[in-house]
């Protein structure tokens, strides 16, 4: 099992990143994918998460309407499109996988069973 992130980059106040979260040796039908981000001393929280099969979305209130999670089928990739970016968006990104989320528990980093590698995503004011 394998989740790789990538995308991640700096850039300025206002500008768009989108990063891509490649997926292999999962079963992806009966997943959620989740991007999580952990800032310098602060506790990893989540962002947004989509259930593969289906395609419901979740976001957190902070990146609601300027972030945007999708899946790609044909590539096996679950890809966070991330607008408007703040400084405080300053973060290292991780995705992960979780046995079919509901809303109520999309946001319970306990049930992220698979983690990639984290990406530096960088928003400089």
């Known amino acids: 099992v394998q989740l790789q992130a990538s995308g991640g980059g700096l850039v300025q106040a206002g500008d768009s990143l989108r990063l891509s979260c490649a997926t292999s040796?999962?079963?992806?039908?009966?997943?959620?994918l989740g991007w999580w981000r952990q800032a310098p001393g602060k506790e990893r929280e989540f962002v947004a998460g989509?259930?593969?099969?289906?395609?419901?979305?979740y976001y957190s209130d902070s990146v609601k309407g300027r972030f945007t999670i999708a899946r790609d089928r044909a590539k096996i990739t679950v890809d966070l499109q991330m607008n408007t970016l703040k400084p405080e968006d300053t973060a290292v990104y991780y995705c992960a996988a979780a046995f079919r989320l509901i809303a109520s528990t999309v946001t319970d980093r306990s049930r992220y069973v698979y983690w990639g590698q984290g990406t530096q995503v960088t928003v400089s004011s």
């Open positions: 040796g999962l079963t992806l039908r009966d997943l959620s």
């Open positions: 989509i259930r593969w099969s289906g395609g419901n979305t």
